[in-house]
């Protein structure tokens, strides 16, 4: 062992020593005070001191634990018994700590009062929510020539739609709320009266557009028997009607729902014409047999969401003429989103009091067939379509103009004069959702669609072609959907049918448009 | 012609009740699931030393994916056949579970609050680490998965959704070597 070895060793020996007695002192002397202090009764007890120093502290929560070391002894403690700190000074350390442990089990208190409190809280519990359904800003550029006042390119705000709903059981699992906060324009019903009465004055400017109850009387029936749907709402009549205004793949509605401008006159072809109203106030049974055939029976009121039904509460007299009409739709899904659907809708419609363009007094009905393909192979790509004919009573009038009766002398009953006819419509839309490479979410759309408004005359036909890209920001449907879309729509319109003057420069309806929407969508 | 419209939407209704509910899962892979298996059990269970077949439901909480595995934290719901098939939320927190998949699932499927149905083997606790996040979890060996889309939503809500109507996308995938 060299002379620096030996130095060393015997260094590291010094210092195990006093390592040695340094932890014999702080670990072995607790351990002996604490047997001391249970054991002789004249060292007096700590915790003992603690109680006499004062009351003790009044709380509601669970009672206060004072920290102390595994050994059972707290520090405060040792250094007292060992003399370094003053009882005084011992007893402000304590007081210090339990004013803590008071502290912290009053906040976990409030916590637990908050809790309670906000755990019943209806928007936590399903039973109250809200949701932007659609806010939509949109640019237009029509060529047709316009009137003095008006343009050819406008920006409005399309839709800014908010959305209510909840779940109040398992009985009652869904109500539901629609506003329409853009600003909407006054709908005038068709005053009774002849060619000579004056045109109805506004009655109606609603932005209150959906509401429903959903009753699901017997659990166990469900989805056999789902549920029984009751107020207004988008009708079940096709693809488009039932398509939220968030979630479509072109900016303008088809034909179906809305085409033409001005008065009909008797071909049955001039005219603004509604051949499918999107909204309307029904009762109906909803179900699924199978997993593939899903089904709705109901029966409507036949005039439009502007037409709430009661307007006198103590007479019960309704607001507008509402004509009834039953339907029935049954749909048979393939797969879990591919499917063919029959839609049928029976009933009478009025000229008088109405607020859908083009309805005339008598029968009505609609038949329609439509069909959405999105193969598995395929994820990306989307086709769907809709046939629809029907029949529309005779004297059809559009909404504001006078009309009474089937009549076709337009000086006794007013209305177009037009007979009863039969219409047609059909479209097809196809799209593909890129989902990676340089064209991610982008989405190229092409639509085509005719409507007949008369099939027993001709130079009526409406056809329009509408090329479309979309960029999805966010594209989580249904609930998220943030999405810019570009239209360019190729119009065509022959006319208002043999015999009868037609202007096709300021026809809407004849000439070309295009439009870009910017949309977002958050539920 | 009305009463034989009525006879006929009658005659779905019966059939449809007294038909079995529908399976989402292929049939071959549903043999020798242990139908008794108690999910509260085996989550105290943390030595996994039984190893069974069992059929669970959930709703995604979180996912990930990485080298051909997809890692799956799931919150445990009861499988009810009304008011329709599948897992239903039941206002409980029954327990979490991690679902282990070896292949490919479309990330639509793998959003938070989208249903989910497994059908595999449990294995023992272990670590997961899903998005930066460990934590010890009992775990399902899928050999087949059943997702709604329903980002949320319960499956009953579908199709009548909200503001319109919307179909519920689902999918089924399998494990390459799922075995019966």
């Given at each position: 062992?060299?002379?620096?070895?030996?130095?060393?060793?015997?260094?590291?020996?010094?210092?195990?020593?006093?390592?040695?007695?340094?932890?014999?002192?702080?670990?072995?002397?607790?351990?002996?005070?604490?047997?001391?202090?249970?054991?002789?009764?004249?060292?007096?007890?700590?915790?003992?001191?603690?109680?006499?120093?004062?009351?003790?502290?009044?709380?509601?929560?669970?009672?206060?634990?004072?920290?102390?070391?595994?050994?059972?002894?707290?520090?405060?403690?040792?250094?007292?018994?060992?003399?370094?700190?003053?009882?005084?000074?011992?007893?402000?350390?304590?007081?210090?700590?339990?004013?803590?442990?008071?502290?912290?089990?009053?906040?976990?208190?409030?916590?637990?009062?908050?809790?309670?409190?906000?755990?019943?809280?209806?928007?936590?519990?399903?039973?109250?929510?809200?949701?932007?359904?659609?806010?939509?800003?949109?640019?237009?550029?029509?060529?047709?020539?316009?009137?003095?006042?008006?343009?050819?390119?406008?920006?409005?705000?399309?839709?800014?739609?908010?959305?209510?709903?909840?779940?109040?059981?398992?009985?009652?699992?869904?109500?539901?709320?629609?506003?329409?906060?853009?600003?909407?324009?006054?709908?005038?019903?068709?005053?009774?009266?002849?060619?000579?009465?004056?045109?109805?004055?506004?009655?109606?400017?609603?932005?209150?557009?959906?509401?429903?109850?959903?009753?699901?009387?017997?659990?166990?029936?469900?989805?056999?028997?789902?549920?029984?749907?009751?107020?207004?709402?988008?009708?079940?009549?096709?693809?488009?009607?039932?398509?939220?205004?968030?979630?479509?793949?072109?900016?303008?509605?088809?034909?179906?729902?809305?085409?033409?401008?001005?008065?009909?006159?008797?071909?049955?072809?001039?005219?603004?014409?509604?051949?499918?109203?999107?909204?309307?106030?029904?009762?109906?049974?909803?179900g699924k047999i199978l997993n593939r055939l899903e089904y709705v029976v109901g029966i409507m009121n036949n005039n439009n969401f502007q037409a709430n039904g009661i307007v006198s509460n103590t007479s019960g007299i309704g607001g507008a003429n509402q004509p009834k009409a039953v339907y029935t739709r049954l749909r048979l899904f393939g797969d879990d989103v591919s499917f063919i659907s029959f839609t049928m809708i029976q009933g009478t419609s009025n000229n008088a009091g109405t607020f859908i363009n083009g309805r005339g007094k008598g029968h009505f009905d609609r038949y329609g067939v439509d069909f959405r393909f999105n193969p598995k192979f395929l994820p990306g790509f989307t086709m769907y379509g809709e046939y629809w004919q029907g029949h529309d009573g005779a004297n059809a009038t559009t909404v504001g103009t006078p009309a009474n009766g089937a009549c076709l002398d337009t000086a006794v009953c007013g209305?177009?004069?037009?007979?009863?006819?039969?219409?047609?419509?059909?479209?097809?839309?196809?799209?593909?959702?890129?989902?990676?490479?340089?064209?991610?979410?982008?989405?190229?759309?092409?639509?085509?669609?005719?409507?007949?408004?008369?099939?027993?005359?001709?130079?009526?036909?409406?056809?329009?072609?509408?090329?479309?890209?979309?960029?999805?920001?966010?594209?989580?449907?249904?609930?998220?959907?943030?999405?810019?879309?570009?239209?360019?729509?190729?119009?065509?319109?022959?006319?208002?049918?043999?015999?009868?003057?037609?202007?096709?420069?300021?026809?809407?309806?004849?000439?070309?448009?295009?439009?870009?929407?910017?949309?977002?969508?958050?539920? | 012609?009305?009463?034989?419209?009525?006879?006929?939407?009658?005659?779905?209704?019966?059939?449809?009740?007294?038909?079995?509910?529908?399976?989402?899962?292929?049939?071959?892979?549903?043999?020798?699931?242990?139908?008794?298996?108690?999910?509260?059990?085996?989550?105290?269970?943390?030595?996994?030393?039984?190893?069974?077949?069992?059929?669970?439901?959930?709703?995604?909480?979180?996912?990930?994916?990485?080298?051909?595995?997809?890692?799956?934290?799931?919150?445990?719901?009861?499988?009810?056949?009304?008011?329709?098939?599948?897992?239903?939320?039941?206002?409980?927190?029954?327990?979490?579970?991690?679902?282990?998949?070896?292949?490919?699932?479309?990330?639509?499927?793998?959003?938070?609050?989208?249903?989910?149905?497994?059908?595999?083997?449990?294995?023992?606790?272990?670590?997961?680490?899903?998005?930066?996040?460990?934590?010890?979890?009992?775990?399902?060996?899928?050999?087949?998965?059943?997702?709604?889309?329903?980002?949320?939503?319960?499956?009953?809500?579908?199709?009548?959704?909200?503001?319109?109507?919307?179909?519920?996308?689902?999918?089924?995938?399998?494990?390459?070597?799922?075995?019966?």
């Open positions: 062992m060299s002379g620096w070895d030996g130095m060393s060793c015997a260094a590291n020996m010094m210092l195990m020593a006093v390592v040695l007695a340094i932890s014999t002192t702080v670990v072995h002397k607790p351990a002996l005070a604490q047997e001391a202090s249970t054991g002789q009764k004249q060292v007096p007890a700590p915790t003992l001191l603690a109680q006499q120093a004062g009351p003790e502290p009044q709380t509601q929560g669970p009672s206060p634990t004072i920290q102390s070391s595994p050994g059972g002894i707290s520090l405060e403690d040792l250094l007292l018994q060992k003399g370094t700190i003053t009882k005084e000074e011992w007893l402000r350390i304590r007081a210090g700590e339990e004013y803590k442990v008071v502290e912290q089990s009053r906040r976990l208190d409030n916590l637990e009062d908050w809790k309670s409190k906000t755990e019943v809280l209806p928007i936590l519990r399903d039973k109250v929510n809200f949701g932007l359904n659609a806010l939509q800003f949109l640019y237009g550029h029509v060529n047709a020539n316009v009137p003095e006042g008006k343009s050819q390119d406008s920006f409005s705000v399309r839709r800014a739609e908010m959305v209510f709903w909840g779940k109040l059981s398992d009985y009652l699992p869904r109500w539901h709320m629609l506003m329409e906060f853009q600003s909407t324009g006054l709908t005038s019903s068709t005053p009774t009266g002849n060619g000579s009465a004056t045109v109805g004055s506004p009655s109606v400017a609603t932005f209150f557009r959906e509401a429903y109850i959903d009753v699901r009387p017997v659990q166990s029936w469900a989805p056999n028997l789902n549920f029984i749907r009751m107020g207004i709402f988008r009708m079940p009549f096709g693809i488009f009607t039932e398509t939220s205004g968030g979630l479509r793949d072109i900016i303008s509605s088809p034909y179906l729902n809305g085409v033409g401008s001005g008065k009909g006159n008797p071909t049955g072809s001039g005219g603004a014409i509604e051949f499918l109203q999107e909204r309307d106030y029904f009762v109906d049974v909803r209305g177009s004069g037009a007979p009863g006819m039969h219409r047609q419509t059909w479209y097809v839309l196809a799209k593909y959702l890129f989902t990676e490479g340089p064209l991610e979410n982008f989405e190229p759309v092409y639509m085509y669609e005719e409507f007949d408004p008369n099939t027993r005359v001709s130079n009526d036909l409406y056809t329009r072609h509408i090329a479309g890209l979309t960029y999805y920001f966010e594209n989580f449907p249904p609930k998220m959907q943030s999405k810019i879309q570009f239209n360019y729509e190729f119009r065509h319109h022959a006319g208002n049918g043999p015999g009868i003057n037609y202007d096709s420069k300021t026809d809407p309806f004849a000439n070309n448009a295009f439009f870009l929407q910017w949309q977002l969508r958050f539920m | 012609m009305k009463s034989s419209v009525s006879l006929l939407i009658l005659s779905w209704v019966l059939v449809g009740a007294c038909a079995p509910t529908h399976k989402v899962f292929p049939s071959k892979m549903t043999d020798n699931v242990d139908h008794n298996f108690d999910f509260s059990r085996w989550r105290m269970m943390t030595d996994g030393s039984e190893s069974k077949k069992v059929q669970l439901g959930g709703r995604i909480v979180s996912s990930q994916a990485s080298g051909g595995t997809v890692t799956i934290v799931v919150g445990q719901l009861p499988i009810v056949n009304h008011p329709a098939y599948g897992p239903k939320d039941n206002g409980k927190n029954n327990g979490d579970f991690v679902i282990v998949f070896q292949g490919h699932i479309d990330e639509s499927d793998l959003q938070s609050g989208n249903r989910v149905m497994v059908v595999g083997t449990t294995r023992p606790w272990k670590v997961v680490t899903v998005n930066d996040y460990s934590r010890s979890f009992p775990i399902v060996e899928a050999q087949c998965l059943h997702f709604w889309n329903t980002q949320g939503r319960e499956i009953a809500d579908f199709p009548f959704y909200e503001a319109g109507y919307v179909s519920l996308r689902q999918e089924t995938v399998c494990a390459k070597n799922a075995t019966p």
